[in-house]
């Protein structure tokens, strides 16, 4: 599986928005970029995924950069409801496995 | 409403005594993934099914073995849990004819072994 990295931890303030890097410099041209959120004591969601283009939806945006190695989900107000573990995984369209690597804890200061 | 349902949230075992958790899904997605989670880390991947065709990890332990009966229900059994088996395990669902799409995650099953 391509690896992604994170960073381990991030802090933001409620109402504003959060910014949360993910770099995968071993993407492949069939790899989508998935970001799933695990709030405590839950399973994981699913939250956006997208290939090239940024894409938008009621739970987040996603930015990739153009060279697609790295890419960026951004919350773009954070309430205390988005506290949770972040998980930016490398999906190949060819094959169906979901591996998750260490994440980034989001904590939200109300 | 549920569309992957685990049961039961909570599992006690005894140490040694054999286990099963069970899953089941109302997406008739025909994938089928379950992970163990331990305390403070990432869900890691056991196996996944593709319809009946079984796919196992290369460091699941043997203790671990799955059954998929139909597309509906899937279950992990632990032959002689110890006490490292403690986990959340985690039961998830995707449909392999959009594999780039969503997966769909149960509540999962904590279970304590003692």
């Known amino acids: 599986d391509a690896k992604t990295t994170q960073p381990n931890s991030m802090e933001s303030n409620e109402e504003e928005p959060v910014h949360l890097p993910c770099n995968h410099s071993?993407?492949?041209?069939?790899?989508?970029i998935h970001w799933y959120r695990q709030l405590p004591s839950q399973g994981p969601e699913y939250v956006i995924h997208?290939?090239?283009s940024n894409v938008n939806n009621r739970m987040a945006s996603l930015a990739i950069a153009e060279d697609r190695k790295s890419s960026t989900l951004i919350l773009h107000r954070a309430t205390l409801r988005d506290a949770a573990v972040y998980y930016c995984?490398?999906?190949?369209?060819?094959?169906?496995?979901?591996?998750f690597g260490a994440g980034t804890t989001v904590t939200v200061r109300a | 409403d549920a569309m992957v349902i685990q049961n039961p949230r909570y599992q006690v075992t005894q140490f040694g005594k054999p286990v099963t958790l069970s899953c089941s899904q109302t997406?008739?997605?025909?994938?089928m993934y379950w992970y163990q989670q331990k305390s403070s880390q990432a869900p890691k991947l056991l196996f996944h099914?593709?319809?009946?065709?079984?796919?196992n990890e290369a460091d699941t332990p043997d203790n671990f073995q799955s059954r998929r009966p139909n597309t509906s229900f899937c279950f992990l059994d632990i032959r002689s849990p110890g006490l490292g088996d403690a986990a959340m395990y985690l039961c998830?669902?995707?449909?392999?004819?959009?594999?780039?799409?969503?997966?769909?995650f149960g509540q999962g099953t904590r279970l304590t072994v003692v």
């Open positions: 997406l008739n997605h025909n994938v």
């Open positions: 998830a669902t995707s449909n392999r004819k959009f594999s780039a799409t969503e997966a769909f």
């Open positions: 997208g290939l090239t």
């Open positions: 099914y593709y319809d009946k065709d079984f796919n």
């Open positions: 995984i490398l999906r190949n369209s060819n094959d169906y496995k979901l591996s």
């Open positions: 071993t993407i492949s041209g069939t790899d989508y």
